[in-house]
Structure formats: C-alpha cells, structure tokens
C-alpha cells in the first residue's frame, strides 16, 4: 500500500511566502511524475505544476514565475515554494504521484492523491 500526505499549507499575507511538502511512502518501486494540483469550492482541480521523475517541470500560467516545484527522490518528497502569494492563488493544494509498486498482480501504476492542505492569503 501506498500514500501520499501533504503538509505545509497555512495562512499568509499577500506578497508572502510558503512552501509545501509532499511525502509518499509505503511499498515503492519507483515515482514517475509528481505535481501539485489546486481546487476551490465549486471550482475544477487544476494543475499548478508538475516535475518528471527527471526533473523536467511544468507550471500554469498563472504560478510563472513565482512558484517553484522540485523534488527529492531519495525522499519520495515533491516542494512547493510559493512566492509573492496573491489572494487567488488561496485553495485547497493537493499533491499527486504516480508511484510504481507491486500488486499480487504484478508491478502496477498507481495514480495516488493527498488529502490537500489548505493555503489562505489575505489581501
């Protein structure tokens, strides 16, 4: 079995900074992509950025340039640093792998999600 959990969000004034962590653990072979997503009451969960297992990175155009996602592999663990936070960028975060792991079936590709970590921002 495999999970996901989040950490790291909070309350932030405008401008300000916080930075998220995502940790999976359980019975890993390996992680392909790793991202973060965010949704809002009533809103779709969009993509924020994503990191290959090799460290290619994509962002919306709405976090360029002030966010920066990366990854550690030897800890299984994607970041978000979140700079010049603005009050729209406050969500939900979620965190997602696609973690390779080993069902009595065989080697399997599971798409894994967090619970989500709240991040507010005032203006």
């Known amino acids: 079995q495999v999970r996901v959990v989040e950490s790291g969000g909070g309350f932030v004034q405008a401008g300000g900074s916080l930075r998220l962590s995502c940790a999976a653990s359980?019975?890993?072979?390996?992680?392909?992509?790793m991202g973060w997503y965010r949704q809002g009451p009533g809103k779709q969960r969009e993509l924020v950025a994503d990191?290959?297992?090799?460290?290619?990175?994509n962002y919306a155009d709405s976090v360029k340039g002030r966010f920066t996602i990366s990854r550690d592999n030897a800890k299984n663990t994607v970041y978000l640093q979140m700079n010049s936070l603005k009050p729209e960028d406050a969500d939900t975060y979620y965190c997602?792998?696609?973690?390779?792991?080993?069902?009595?079936?065989?080697?399997?590709?599971?798409?894994?999600w967090g619970r989500g970590t709240q991040v507010t921002v005032s203006s």
């Open positions: 990191i290959s297992s090799d460290g290619n990175t």
């Open positions: 997602n792998a696609k973690i390779i792991t080993t069902w009595a079936t065989g080697v399997v590709t599971l798409d894994n």
């Open positions: 359980g019975s890993i072979i390996s992680i392909k992509a």
